[in-house]
Nanobody
Framework: QVQLVESGGGLVQAGGSLRLSCAAS????????MGWFRQPPGKEREFVSA????????YYADSVKGRFTISRDNDKNTVYLEMNSLKPEDTAVYYCAAPHRPYYTPIVVTEYDLWGLGTQVTVSS
């Protein structure tokens, strides 16, 4: 069964850091680009970052560029999101996702068909 499981969320003060992890199983992980998205309270789910299947290309939303870093370890079937200089507006449920086909790294929600359950990130001011 294909599955994505996020971990690493929590409560942190503004300016702090968190590292999210997403463990994948049941799909040829190394053939798929992976994405991180977030859904703030009362808002639509939005793109945060994506990484190509080999890890050579990364993409970021303007709102997180320079603060967040995406990476992956294909030997461990895991993708990471290092979040630094966190702001209260980063508060959201964070989801990792895999797109509907391999060798593809989209940055839009609708191109992803496999989602984890999410992990809550709360940044206090």
């Amino acid at each position: 069964q294909v599955q994505l499981v996020e971990s690493g969320g929590g409560l942190v003060q503004a300016g702090g850091s968190l590292r999210l992890s997403c463990a994948a199983s049941g799909r040829t992980f190394s053939s798929y680009g992976m994405g991180w998205f977030r859904q703030p309270p009362g808002k639509e789910r939005e793109f945060v970052s994506a990484i190509s299947w080999g890890g050579s290309k990364t993409y970021y939303a303007d709102s997180v560029k320079g603060r967040f870093t995406i990476s992956r370890d294909n030997d461990k079937n895991t993708v990471y999101l290092e979040m630094n200089s966190l702001k209260p507006e980063d508060t959201a449920v964070y989801y990792c996702a895999a797109p509907h086909r391999p060798y593809y790294t989209p940055i839009v929600v609708t191109e992803y068909d496999l989602w984890g359950l999410g992990t809550q990130v709360t940044v206090s001011s």
